[in-house]
């Protein structure tokens, strides 16, 4: 069974600009979830998403948005990019939603903002 | 709210020693408690989790924790540690809220050196 991919691997956008990222949860797995990882803050949880529905949201300002597909796959979006949002998103996904359920994290996209 | 504490930022340790990565959390309802590993240039693999029962837990990789309720504790241990377990350890917990989403730690970082 394939794992959870994430595209682009790496990424370099500029102040201002906006980016997306794209996650493909493991096959059968509705629920993807995503983090963003720095070395100051750790790891960090943006938003949940379940059959196309944010089920929860992180306290990320509204720059941070993201969405999911009828076959599950995921996008996140962040807008006016800042220096401050370079870091690793990892997309995670699961079979179930509740909290004993077990995430699959793929190997994480990292944006640098320069 | 729950929160996760890991003591030590860094463990150095020589090969076939053992090794504990401790790990406290908090908070005011029962949790859920998870112990990842993050090798370099890739996403987290679980290593290991606590939902119920029996208070040691084995995991993967020759890998344990035992839960401890009085003391909010849960410590990852490795009776002989290799090379290959240099990587960032993150310790983890979800509540019963009804979400999958994880608060981590800060990690540690397992150096093993020869």
């Known amino acids: 069974k394939a794992g959870v991919t994430q595209t682009p691997r790496y990424l370099i956008k500029t102040r201002g600009q906006q980016v997306t990222l794209s996650c493909s949860p493991i096959?059968?797995?509705?629920?993807v979830s995503w983090y963003q990882q720095t070395p100051g803050q750790g790891l960090q949880f943006l938003f949940e998403y379940f059959s196309e529905t944010q089920r929860n949201k992180g306290n990320f300002p509204g720059r941070f948005s993201g969405r999911q597909f009828s076959n599950s796959r995921s996008e996140m979006n962040v807008s006016t990019l800042e220096l401050g949002d370079s870091a690793l998103y990892l997309c995670a996904s699961s079979g179930g939603t509740g909290p004993a359920d077990e995430q699959f994290f793929g190997p994480g996209t990292r944006l640098t903002v320069l | 709210a729950q929160s996760v504490t890991q003591l030590d930022s860094q463990v150095p340790v020589f090969e076939e020693a053992p090794v504990e990565l401790r790990c406290n959390y908090s908070?005011?309802?029962?949790?859920?408690l998870f112990w990842y590993v993050q090798y370099p240039n890739q996403g987290l693999q679980l290593l290991l989790k606590y939902l119920s029962g029996s208070t040691l837990v084995k995991g993967i990789n020759g890998f344990e924790a035992e839960f401890n309720k009085s003391q909010t504790s849960f410590h990852l241990r490795k009776p002989s540690v290799h090379i290959s377990d240099t990587a960032e350890y993150f310790c983890?917990?979800?509540?019963?809220?009804?979400?999958?989403?994880?608060?981590f730690g800060k990690g540690t970082m397992l150096l093993v050196s020869p």
């Open positions: 096959s059968g797995h509705r629920s």
């Open positions: 908070s005011s309802v029962s949790v859920y």
């Open positions: 983890a917990v979800s509540d019963n809220s009804g979400y999958s989403t994880l608060t």
